[in-house]
């Protein structure tokens, strides 16, 4: 069966802030999570498929920003249920999954 | 003649006050003879000049005017500016004697001249007699706005694109980046190229002054950024700034609910160590983390651009705040006998910078 994927470049090619209110053109990671990520995630968890999220093709991030998505997506449906769902690819900046799997891990202690 | 005017005591005191009147009048005489002596040989512009200066608060930029050489020095400086700020006071930087500038002064320059301006306080200043250095100023385009208004606003935007190029803001803007990136690509390796540190950078020093430059609220503080290209040596500097209250100023103002509450405390417990120059070592290095969360590190804030630099992304990064100096690259941190109200970051890109293909095809 495929994976659901889904490219942050469709959202932004520059990813921004942590939250909606940093910025006019914030290209936050709020609204990422909200409005793209969390549809697919739970369109996965339905089809009982694996969520793909493609980091390349941004110009990069901040760490706000990773935290706030993949952070932010474990505080909503805990860790567990994330890290059985979620894969990646980071081929531009391999160290971002270490990161990410971090955010993850500590999100219940972050916000 | 009445009785009155013909009494000795009359004749006393009307001459005493004819003495008085006739040495007044020879001292207005002299004043005025010195003024005119004083404009002999000069041109009304001149006069004028001097005339507007008599308005103002003449403060001396240092001779040797760079904020990451002479640091403390650069500091005394924007304390006399930050005194005068505060008083409302009309201020004149005479310039005319400097023997050494860079873009770390350039950028402090004028963002102090748009905080003056931006609260409509009269900001004016002199021309280094040195032409290089005056040639660097105005390419700044430090003169064009000396005597212009420019408004309190959220975002400015000074220089020329390719040159030195200043731009303020109070938001994390993203997109900044891109233009940023395009601009400064071309110079270093003659064509667009992604860097995706520059990025990094970018974003966690916004993100910095957006969340904690003041510790009333988000989006108080505005930060500059000033972007210097050098064509012939293929590389670009940056400098950030923002006058917020530092980074050290900033850990010991969070709140009780937030889990960097006391760190300064918790670090000084656990390593031992007094002075912040130590302090930011190990916040770079994320030590601090470590001690302060009980957490790891990994790619937070200020250790996330310290990674940056470890991977060869960007260059000779050097970060001021409060009383600490730091050259990141060569592990040089200093206490300064100086505080440095707010957060200061230097660094370069060059041709060796890790860099990859330019993302829009």
């Known amino acids: ?111 | 003649m009445k009785k009155y005017y013909s009494t000795s005591e009359y004749k006393k005191a009307n001459k005493r006050r004819a003495v008085k009147s006739h040495k007044r009048k020879l001292v207005s005489k002299e004043k005025k003879k010195k003024k005119l002596r004083d404009k002999q040989g000069k041109s009304v512009e001149q006069l004028k000049k001097e005339d507007l200066l008599k308005r103002y608060i003449k403060i001396s930029a240092p001779n040797k005017f760079s904020f990451i050489k002479y640091p403390e020095e650069t500091i005394k400086f924007i304390h006399k500016l930050e005194r005068q700020y505060q008083n409302r006071k009309k201020v004149f930087v005479d310039l005319s004697l400097i023997e050494e500038l860079d873009y770390s002064a350039i950028s402090i320059l004028v963002s102090v001249m748009f905080t003056f301006k931006s609260r409509n306080i009269d900001f004016n200043g002199s021309f280094p007699e040195n032409p290089d250095l005056k040639k660097l100023l105005i390419d700044s385009d430090f003169f064009k706005y000396l005597n212009r208004p420019v408004g309190n606003k959220l975002e400015y935007n000074v220089g020329k694109p390719n040159q030195i190029f200043t731009r303020a803001n109070k938001e994390v803007n993203s997109e900044l980046g891109l233009v940023v990136m395009e601009e400064v690509s071309e110079t270093i390796w003659g064509k667009k190229r992604t860097c995706k540190g520059l990025q990094r950078v970018l974003l966690e020093l916004m993100h910095n002054t957006n969340n904690h430059a003041d510790t009333g609220g988000k989006g108080v503080k505005h930060w500059w950024l000033s972007v210097n290209h050098n064509k012939k040596e293929q590389k670009v500097s940056f400098v950030f700034i923002d006058y917020g209250v530092g980074i050290f100023e900033s850990l010991k103002n969070k709140p009780n609910n937030s889990k960097w509450a006391g760190a300064i405390e918790k670090i000084s417990n656990r390593f031992k160590y007094g002075s912040n120059n130590d302090i930011l070592k190990l916040l770079l290095n994320g030590d601090v983390h470590m001690t302060v969360t009980g957490e790891h590190f990994r790619g937070k804030g200020l250790p996330g651009i310290k990674e940056v630099q470890d991977r060869n992304q960007i260059s000779n990064l050097h970060i001021i705040s409060n009383d600490v100096f730091s050259d990141v690259e060569n592990d040089n941190y200093k206490k300064l006998n100086k505080n440095f109200s707010g957060t200061f970051a230097f660094w370069e890109l060059n041709k060796d910078n890790i860099n990859s293909e330019w993302i829009i095809s």
């Open chain 1, 1 to 111: 069966m495929d994976n659901i994927i889904i490219r942050v470049k469709d959202f932004s090619i520059v990813p921004g802030t942590r939250k909606k209110d940093e910025g006019k053109n914030a290209h936050s990671g709020e609204e990422f999570r909200e409005d793209y990520l969390i549809p697919k995630f739970k369109e996965a968890i339905k089809d009982k498929k694996k969520l793909t999220v493609n980091l390349d093709g941004t110009i990069g991030y901040g760490t706000s920003w990773l935290e706030e998505v993949f952070g932010g997506l474990a505080r909503n449906f805990g860790k567990n249920q994330v890290n059985s769902i979620l894969e990646f690819i980071s081929e531009e900046e391999p160290y971002l999954i270490d990161d990410i799997k971090h955010y993850i891990e500590h999100a219940e202690k972050n916000n």
